[in-house]
């Protein structure tokens, strides 16, 4: 019962997401459920329809229970998506995760992290 409502709950978005004339650069800030927008990534058909409408995988995150990020990750603001999450984690209200996930239409896996560039001065402190 439960995830038949959270699909009902999302079928508009997805239907809006393939409707949509164009991808914003930036990707979708999705923030209309404060207590659940993070249930995405338990809804299959939104999952596949961001995939569609993007031609290829997606990147998401929840930095809060109530804020969902997404971009096609050939986009040029890729990139910085990181970035982003972690700071609207920062900030958040109700933190979630500052973890990107890729969705590939099939499901959702883990980006593993970047290191961040540092000095070689003392790398013993990286550790």
């Not at 569609?52 to 930095?63: K, N, Q, S």
């Not at 050939?74 to 999450?85: C, D, E, N, W």
């Not at 920062?90 to 890729?102: D, G, Q, T, Y």
């Amino acid at each position: 019962a439960a995830s038949a409502n959270t699909e009902r709950r999302f079928a508009r978005l997805a239907m809006r997401l393939r409707e949509a004339d164009r991808v914003p650069l930036d990707g979708w800030r999705m923030s209309a459920d404060t207590l659940f927008q993070s249930t995405i990534l338990v809804a299959p058909a939104l999952l596949r329809a961001l995939v569609e409408r993007c031609a290829g995988p997606v990147l998401i995150g929840v930095p809060d229970r109530g804020v969902a990020l997404a971009i096609p990750a050939s986009a040029a603001g890729a990139q910085r998506f990181a970035q982003r999450l972690l700071r609207e984690y920062r900030e958040s209200m109700n933190p979630l995760s500052p973890a990107v996930l890729v969705a590939d239409g099939e499901g959702l896996r883990e980006e593993p992290r970047r290191r961040r560039a540092t000095t070689a001065v003392m790398p013993w402190l990286e550790g």
